[in-house]
């Protein structure tokens, strides 16, 4: 009883000193100066570093011929993948929406993995399926068919088919989500006015219809405007878009305005496309609205069942050869031993992971493959804390905002309309000189890899909060608890699984965060995205197997944090 005086006592005392929004400014300090430092002051660095190249006439480093040139084959791959997604998907969303068979509820939850996948890792997949030492050109070289590789690689074709393996996903997810609940009354009531199947898709089902597609297309075009990974290892120099062309004129050329002036196009063109996607997601929402639920059924005729089969191998195929391919050619090797000059051969081998832990060229900024990995895992916990830390208190306000809160929610969120790359490029501006000199330190990829979290972490847990009926909180605060036993004791507990996925998630974007960390990561510091993209660069069968045994290493990585996101959010048992 003297303990819960004392405790009363404290809270009257201090609540009776400091008004509220005292409490919610400070909750928002930590966020606020987190993003401020490590995004605003970089970003606004990089803006003012273009602008004082077109006032100096310094723009001639970057030809405006060329940046167009960029912007134009920017869009156009960006566009002929959005089609081609949709061209993939729309058959898909229509089977799952309206049939029923076996395994599906594991098949479209499979469908998602591609989409959470590292783009180093989706690279090297494709790198080593269709690759010149891919199982595809082995397979015709094997059989007598072609003499030579085909050339796959620093393709268009390359591009497209990695843009489409990688967003199908969210065409299955949003257009057969809006097609399942199509209310089927209204397509029933065109056919017994005598329309036809045709007419009464094209005038019934697709208008309906039209919204969720549109807000996959958006969202997908923007995934693939802002490409990288995928562009960078396999595009090579030939296709450039504006991400590349930052990291090259920045990394390579050390043209750090054209940079610049390259990143302000990139962050105009997607807030552009981020409005538009998001006024599109709003139109969709509005249109789910007015449908009703139709159950799905299984095939009825031979035809159905050939339909469907088709359309499951089709998408199977897409999915599962660039996932397994990796994996499997890490245990293979096609070239000569260590030490042999002829006498290639296949067989199966654990050389290239064993080859992963030496050193044999001497390399003085030669990282192990397990160092690499404890580097990815040390940055990605980091990552986790810091995206939870600056997070939990920001989503609590958003879930109960303010007319401030809300002003600033836009702010906080703004590093998701922002490249990764465009970020590393700022973080390499500001803090690569004093005062700020601190670009080589370790701390400075988590602290990039949070940036990227951030947002999504917020988003993640702010439904979670606002679902926490006040009431529990005014009880706990009548019965004498201060302000931060009620977090400890009601809100967090209630809100620890949210939390826990959030923090998940965070680990698994920073697992295979590449674009941010290409430049800013210290040579002896090397994450597995780095360490694959590395090894990959270089020639020899030796380094080719070395990234295949990483890809899988991470692949594995990866796996993991998205089973622990997919069990936290299984429905908890009753009590």
């Known amino acids: ?95 799952f929406a309206r049939y029923d068979f076996p395994l599906k509820r594991f098949l479209r939850a499979f469908s998602i993995v591609p989409f959470i996948l590292p783009t180093v890792v989706v690279a090297a997949g494709f790198e080593s399926l269709l690759g010149p030492r891919g199982w595809i050109n082995l397979a015709l070289q094997q059989t007598g068919w072609i003499g030579r590789p085909i050339p796959f690689l620093h393709t268009l074709g390359a591009i497209l088919l990695a843009h489409v393996f990688y967003n199908t996903s969210i065409v299955l997810r949003t257009v057969g989500a809006a097609w399942e609940r199509l209310d089927p009354r209204l397509g029933d009531a065109a056919r017994v006015l005598g329309a036809g199947r045709r007419q009464a898709f094209r005038r019934v089902t697709l208008p309906l219809l039209m919204p969720s597609i549109l ?29 590349v062309e930052i990291y090259i004129q920045a990394l390579q050329a050390l043209n750090l305005p054209a940079a610049a002036l390259l990143s302000i196009l990139q962050i105009l063109c997607s807030l552009t496309l981020i409005a538009v996607s998001g006024r599109l997601a709003r139109r969709m929402e509005a249109a789910s609205a007015r449908v009703g639920i139709r159950a799905a059924r299984k095939p009825a005729s031979t035809a159905e069942w050939i339909l469907a089969a088709s359309i499951l191998a089709a998408l199977a195929a897409l999915f599962l050869a660039p996932l397994a391919s990796p994996a ?37 900024f030669f990282a192990t493959p397990l160092e690499m990995a404890g580097n990815s895992l040390l940055a990605a916990a980091a990552t ?49 000189r004093p005062p700020w000199n601190w670009i080589r330190s370790p701390a400075m ?6 940036l990227v979290a951030f947002p999504f972490v917020v988003r993640g847990l702010k439904p979670a909060f606002a679902g926490i009926p006040e009431r529990l909180r005014e009880a706990a605060a009548v019965l004498g608890a201060s302000p931060w ?91």
């Open 1 to 95: 009883m003297e303990r819960r005086n004392a405790v009363v006592g404290r809270a009257a005392l201090f609540g009776a000193r400091r008004p509220a929004w005292f409490f919610r400014i400070v909750q928002w300090i930590p966020a606020v100066a987190f993003i401020g430092l490590f995004f605003y002051y970089p970003l606004a660095a990089v803006l003012r570093l273009g602008v004082e190249a077109v006032l100096q006439g310094e723009a001639d480093a970057l030809p405006l011929g060329s940046a167009f040139r960029v912007l134009g084959f920017t869009v156009f791959q960006a566009a002929l993948s959005m089609l081609l997604t949709l061209a993939v998907g729309l058959p898909g969303a229509y089977l």
């Open 215 to 243: 807000a996959a297309a958006s969202l997908v075009f923007l995934f693939d405007f802002t490409s990288f990974g995928v562009i960078l290892i396999l595009g090579g120099p030939s296709f450039s878009t504006l991400e």
């Open 328 to 364: 499997a050619r890490s245990l293979l090797r096609m070239d000569a031993g260590l030490g042999e000059r002829s006498g290639v051969r296949a067989e199966w081998t654990l050389e290239y992971y064993r080859e992963l832990f030496y050193n044999r060229r001497g390399t003085a």
């Open 384 to 432: 986790a804390a810091f995206a939870l830390a600056f997070g939990i208190p920001a989503a609590a306000l958003l879930s109960r905002p303010t007319r401030i809160d809300r002003a600033l929610e836009p702010l906080l969120l703004l590093p998701l309309g922002t490249s990764a790359v465009t970020l590393g490029l700022g973080m390499l501006i500001v803090f690569s």
């Open 445 to 450: 990829i988590p602290v990039a890899h949070t």
């Open 485 to 575: 036993m009620v977090w400890r004791t009601v809100v967090f507990p209630i809100a620890l699984r949210a939390v826990l996925s959030s923090a998940a998630f965070a680990f698994a974007v920073s697992l295979g965060e590449f674009g941010a960390t290409s430049i800013i990561v210290r040579p002896d510091f090397p994450t597995m995205p780095v360490g694959i993209y590395r090894l990959l660069s270089q020639p020899g069968g030796l380094n080719y197997g070395q990234a295949m045994a990483m890809t899988t290493l991470l692949m594995l990585f990866c796996a993991a944090a998205v089973m622990f996101i997919e069990w936290e959010h299984q429905p908890a048992k009753p009590a």
